[in-house]
């Protein structure tokens, strides 16, 4: 009978033992299998190097704890949750430990850049790659590399020297320094998120000319959109005259005085906040006072629907009118970031080297269509246990290339998932993580498997003294009440209720119950 795959999520907080908790479960897959060799079917990722060598360090120290028959906390905890005896687990121990350091490189235990670079240099005929490139990690000197390239060119390029010009006179009309250089290496890591990169894609055949004609064309498009507001002012006036009406006649006169300004103002108003007056009158049907004659009151019942429409016809002008004020107010840098994109593509192209940021995009685009089987076919390796730690930190595009693998995984038999995170320690929001993907994964409707998914919670905060926690609770269930996001407010009023251990410290306690202060000496 086939056993079910597994899938589980951990909403692990600070000190909760979370690197434990990864580590009892990754031995329990390897004790609990007959194969020794079952660690070559177990991917485990990090975000970082030194989490990677602690979860390995823990690993190999464990086994080899195990082997020699020490019991501790860890194996004591193993022996209860798996279905075998000391002895048995001291010899896998010792064959495991073996196999593993004997065949060293098929341990994989890494970071999630690392293991995509692996994908990566797997298809690089298939993705049009040179297989010798190189794989730069410091992707900002790049960049400042592409910035100091593209101002160099002031003065020899025309068309470049004016497109900075402008933007460096854009930035001394909004009170900044005209010194470009400092601002378009900060302005430049637009780049490097793989969140708006795939916009610059689209840009990639634009040249400098496509933007000045987009500039032109917006600006003739605003003269006409002013020149349309102020024609909707003067239909307005011709309306009611026509039928008779006075300023006068309506309510306090609001509703001709706005369209009166359009008419020789245009957009020149403060239309925002004058609108609102005018949606309320619509609203309430406020076009005249009590005291005005019948007469005057059907002259102007009849007109209504004109009047709303007007209205309805100067609100659209103004929002197109706004949209084209913002388009043009960013197509100065938009053109610039273009031509800084370009610079970096050509200083790729001639060293060929290629950004470690850019391989998600690459791998989403090409390969992750392709069946499960051939992926692996190609990595040289079929994982069946997926452990992913720091959840709350991966992409959306890492985490839409990691589905298929996991998904065949999980159709088969002892396949398994375990996701670690907290969405409050959310840090690499710069290079794309999504904290919102991991909390909706840890919420019970959200499962992109066909498989069941526990959820866990590691309530227990190990390494803080019981101070330090009762003030992290207090603070943060206090916080989750500022929040209208409903699954980050149960986030930090449920997710952070963590219980205290034994340690008690000499610290100052804040009670925000009774805002007393307790001396703990």
Same mark, same amino acid.
């Given at each position: 009978?086939?056993?079910?795959?597994?899938?589980?999520?951990?909403? /692990?907080?600070?000190?909760?033992?979370?690197?434990?908790? *990864?580590?009892?479960? =990754?031995?329990?897959?390897? +004790?609990?299998?007959?194969?020794?060799?079952?660690?070559?079917? $177990?991917?485990? $990722?990090?975000?970082?190097?030194?989490?990677?060598?602690?979860?390995?360090?823990?690993?190999?120290?464990?086994?080899?704890?195990?082997?020699?028959?020490?019991?501790?906390?860890?194996?004591?905890?193993?022996?209860?949750?798996?279905?075998?005896?000391?002895? $048995?687990?001291?010899?896998?121990?010792?064959?495991?430990?073996?196999?593993?350091?004997? !065949? =060293?490189?098929?341990?994989?235990?890494?970071?999630?850049?690392?293991?995509?670079?692996?994908?990566?240099?797997?298809?690089?005929?298939?993705?049009?790659?040179?297989?010798?490139?190189?794989?730069?990690?410091?992707?900002?000197?790049?960049?400042?590399?592409?910035?100091?390239?593209?101002?160099?060119?002031?003065?020899?390029?025309? &068309? *470049?020297?004016?497109?900075?010009?402008?933007?460096?006179?854009?930035?001394?009309?909004?009170?900044?320094?005209?010194?470009?250089?400092?601002?378009?290496?900060?302005? /430049?890591?637009?780049?490097?998120?793989?969140?708006?990169?795939?916009?610059?894609?689209?840009?990639?055949?634009?040249? +400098?000319?496509?933007?000045?004609?987009?500039?032109?064309?917006?600006?003739?498009?605003?003269?006409?959109? &002013?020149?349309?507001?102020?024609?909707?002012?003067?239909?307005?006036?011709?309306?009611?005259?026509?039928?008779? $009406?006075?300023?006068?006649?309506?309510?306090?006169?609001?509703?001709?005085?706005?369209?009166?300004?359009?008419?020789?103002?245009?957009?020149?108003?403060?239309?925002?906040?004058?609108?609102?007056?005018?949606?309320?009158?619509?609203?309430?049907?406020?076009?005249?006072?009590?005291?005005?004659?019948?007469?005057?009151?059907?002259?102007?019942? !009849?007109?209504?629907?004109?009047?709303?429409?007007? =209205? /309805?016809?100067? &609100?659209?002008?103004?929002?197109?009118? *706004?949209?084209?004020?913002?388009?043009?107010?960013?197509?100065?840098?938009?053109?610039?970031?273009?031509?800084?994109?370009?610079?970096?593509?050509?200083?790729?192209?001639?060293?060929?080297?290629?950004?470690?940021?850019?391989?998600?995009?690459?791998?989403?685009?090409?390969?992750?269509?392709?069946?499960?089987?051939?992926?692996?076919?190609?990595?040289?390796?079929?994982?069946?246990?997926?452990?992913?730690?720091?959840?709350?930190?991966?992409?959306?595009?890492?985490?839409?290339?990691?589905?298929?693998?996991?998904?065949?995984?999980?159709?088969?038999?002892?396949?398994?998932?375990?996701?670690?995170?907290?969405?409050?320690?959310?840090?690499?929001?710069?290079?794309?993580?999504?904290?919102?993907?991991?909390?909706? *994964?840890?919420?019970?409707?959200?499962?992109?498997?066909?498989?069941?998914?526990?959820?866990?919670?590691?309530?227990?905060?190990?390494?803080?003294?019981?101070?330090?926690?009762?003030?992290?609770?207090?603070?943060?269930?206090?916080?989750?009440?500022?929040?209208?996001?409903?699954?980050?407010?149960?986030?930090?009023?449920?997710? !952070?209720?963590?219980?205290?251990?034994?340690? &008690?410290?000499?610290?100052?306690?804040?009670?925000?119950?009774?805002?007393?202060?307790?001396?703990?000496?």
């Amino acid at each position: 009978m086939q056993q079910p795959s597994i899938f589980q999520v951990y909403n /692990a907080s600070a000190g909760s033992g979370k690197t434990f908790t *990864l580590v009892k479960e =990754y031995l329990k897959v390897l +004790l609990n299998s007959e194969d020794i060799f079952s660690f070559q079917k $177990i991917l485990a $990722i990090t975000f970082t190097n030194k989490a990677a060598g602690e979860m390995k360090e823990r690993v190999l120290s464990s086994l080899e704890d195990f082997a020699a028959g020490k019991e501790n906390d860890l194996f004591n905890i193993i022996i209860k949750e798996i279905d075998a005896d000391k002895p $048995i687990i001291q010899q896998r121990s010792k064959k495991i430990l073996e196999a593993i350091l004997q !065949n =060293y490189a098929a341990f994989s235990i890494t970071t999630i850049d690392s293991f995509t670079h692996k994908i990566i240099k797997s298809f690089a005929y298939d993705l049009g790659l040179p297989q010798n490139f190189e794989v730069e990690m410091d992707a900002v000197s790049l960049l400042n590399q592409a910035v100091d390239v593209l101002i160099s060119k002031i003065g020899s390029d025309k &068309k *470049l020297t004016k497109l900075l010009i402008d933007y460096s006179l854009d930035k001394t009309d909004d009170d900044k320094s005209w010194d470009i250089s400092r601002d378009l290496n900060e302005f /430049a890591k637009v780049l490097l998120n793989e969140d708006d990169i795939k916009h610059f894609r689209a840009l990639a055949n634009k040249k +400098l000319e496509d933007f000045t004609n987009l500039k032109t064309k917006l600006y003739s498009h605003q003269k006409e959109l &002013k020149e349309a507001i102020k024609n909707v002012g003067a239909a307005f006036l011709d309306l009611i005259e026509n039928h008779g $009406i006075a300023h006068k006649d309506f309510m306090r006169a609001t509703i001709p005085k706005f369209f009166l300004d359009l008419s020789v103002k245009s957009v020149n108003i403060d239309f925002l906040k004058r609108s609102e007056t005018i949606e309320k009158a619509i609203e309430n049907h406020q076009y005249y006072s009590k005291t005005t004659t019948t007469a005057v009151a059907s002259l102007i019942e !009849n007109i209504v629907p004109e009047i709303i429409n007007l =209205y /309805a016809q100067s &609100k659209d002008l103004y929002s197109q009118f *706004l949209m084209n004020k913002l388009a043009l107010k960013n197509i100065i840098p938009l053109a610039v970031l273009n031509n800084i994109n370009i610079e970096l593509e050509q200083i790729k192209e001639e060293n060929n080297i290629r950004l470690n940021a850019e391989f998600n995009q690459l791998i989403s685009d090409n390969i992750k269509e392709q069946p499960a089987p051939f992926i692996y076919e190609r990595i040289g390796q079929r994982f069946q246990n997926y452990f992913i730690d720091e959840m709350q930190d991966t992409s959306e595009l890492q985490w839409q290339n990691l589905i298929p693998l996991i998904d065949d995984a999980l159709s088969q038999e002892h396949g398994s998932l375990l996701l670690v995170g907290d969405g409050k320690q959310a840090i690499y929001r710069w290079r794309g993580g999504k904290a919102a993907q991991f909390i909706n *994964l840890g919420s019970k409707y959200e499962n992109p498997f066909q498989t069941h998914k526990s959820l866990h919670n590691l309530e227990t905060n190990y390494r803080s003294f019981a101070e330090i926690i009762n003030f992290n609770n207090s603070f943060f269930t206090h916080l989750s009440n500022f929040l209208a996001n409903e699954s980050y407010q149960k986030l930090f009023f449920e997710g !952070n209720n963590q219980l205290e251990n034994s340690k &008690k410290g000499g610290f100052v306690s804040i009670s925000f119950i009774d805002k007393e202060e307790e001396v703990n000496e």
